[in-house]
């Protein structure tokens, strides 16, 4: 097993991150897509971290600063992958720890994020990492 770094993103992580949105999430979107959403992140409230081993991009989280009007402030991870060939390695408990440290940085009472729920392996990841669940919900969507 080697040794990896957590760091910011940067526009050269663009493939690698749009390859685990894929592969580890499903989603089917583009490179370009990840370039365009990754250039236009906003630095005052979204952060987007990733792993790198022996140079190469194995994970990654994207977070934001999450204010309503009725909780404490959060931030909410809005994306959230590791390689599946280097899972079980400590890189998403790392991933995990920097967005935490951020968190704790802007001061955020806690994190929250969602997860599909056939994802039962990630599910007793988060468990692990301390996450509880909150409640089940429906997500709506009308495309405009």
């Known amino acids: 097993m080697s040794e990896f770094t957590i760091r910011t993103a940067s526009s050269e992580d663009t493939a690698a991150i749009a390859m685990l949105c894929r ?6 979107c583009t490179d370009a897509t990840v370039q365009t959403r990754l250039s236009q992140c906003d630095s005052a409230r979204e952060r987007v971290f990733v792993a790198e081993q022996d140079g190469t991009v194995v994970g990654f ?16 991870i809005l994306g959230f992958a590791v390689s599946s060939e280097f899972r079980r390695q400590g890189i998403g408990t790392a991933l995990l720890a920097k967005t935490e440290q951020w968190a704790v940085d802007v001061g955020a009472v806690g994190i929250r994020l969602n997860s599909g729920g056939m994802r039962t392996d990630a599910h007793t990841f988060y468990r692990h990492a301390g996450f509880s669940e909150e409640k089940v919900q429906l997500r709506f969507l009308k495309r405009v």
């Open 23 to 28: 592969e580890s999430l499903g989603y089917a």
């Open 61 to 76: 989280v994207h977070a934001e600063i999450y204010k309503t009007l009725y909780f404490d402030l959060l931030v909410n």
